[in-house]
């Protein structure tokens, strides 16, 4: 269902708000008001209403490319892509966006930095890390990609200890299973059975 609110509004900017004032208020609404965050409240419905409302202002804003003066150029066009990318993401379509990111011209710091959320979502994490450091390499003061790295870090840290801790449990069980064994054989060599089935 369309809206016939001014998208100006609804994204809370002043008429002829530059390109990126108008992604900056897009992704704090969508913080603010996305689903995952809503789950069993009330002001749920309320929520994705607005949602919805941001989404629809945000590509009436993002298409009309005379409210930005954008020239022709790549930069513009990824632009635009990526915000539709991260509007895939945040929908958790990433068959689509991992397309569109393939489709992509220019493979700067976002498209690193998005390439690396959607490897995290195949639990491919080696090539997250890849494109991670390469997003934060190229655009280092880059706060968004710096803390989703650190996240990231921290995500496969506890990973690889649980992995290396089980390892310990393992070795900790072959131990137990040597003893028995050495147990069982001292005790068949004093005319006893410790272990009747071996």
């Not at 001014?6 to 990126?20: C, F, H, R, V, W």
């Not at 959607?118 to 990609?145: Q, V």
Request: aromatic letters at 14%; glycine letters at 4%.
């Amino acid at each position: 269902m369309k809206t016939n609110k001014n998208p100006y509004e609804i994204l809370g900017l002043k008429e002829g708000a530059s390109k990126d004032e108008i992604r900056r208020a897009y992704r704090n609404l969508a913080k603010k008001y996305h689903p995952d965050q809503y789950e069993n409240n009330p002001l749920k419905e309320l929520a994705e209403e607005k949602m919805r409302e941001a989404n629809e202002a945000y590509e009436v804003l993002t298409k009309n490319k005379d409210a930005y003066n954008y020239n022709s150029n790549d930069y513009s066009n990824d632009f635009n892509i990526y915000e539709s990318i991260r509007i895939d993401i945040s929908n958790r379509n990433f068959a689509a966006a991992e397309q569109k990111l393939n489709n992509c011209s220019v493979r700067n710091a976002e498209w690193n930095f998005l390439m690396g959320i959607i490897n995290i979502e195949k639990g491919w994490y080696d090539s997250a890390y890849r494109y991670f450091t390469t997003a934060c390499n190229l655009d280092p003061t880059n706060m968004e990609y710096r803390q989703a790295f650190a996240r990231f870090n921290n995500l496969n840290n506890s990973y690889r200890q649980s992995y290396y801790n089980k390892k310990n449990n393992d070795r900790d069980l072959c131990n137990i299973c040597t003893t028995l064994y050495c147990l069982d054989c001292c005790c068949e060599c004093m005319g006893g059975d410790f272990i009747s089935c071996c």
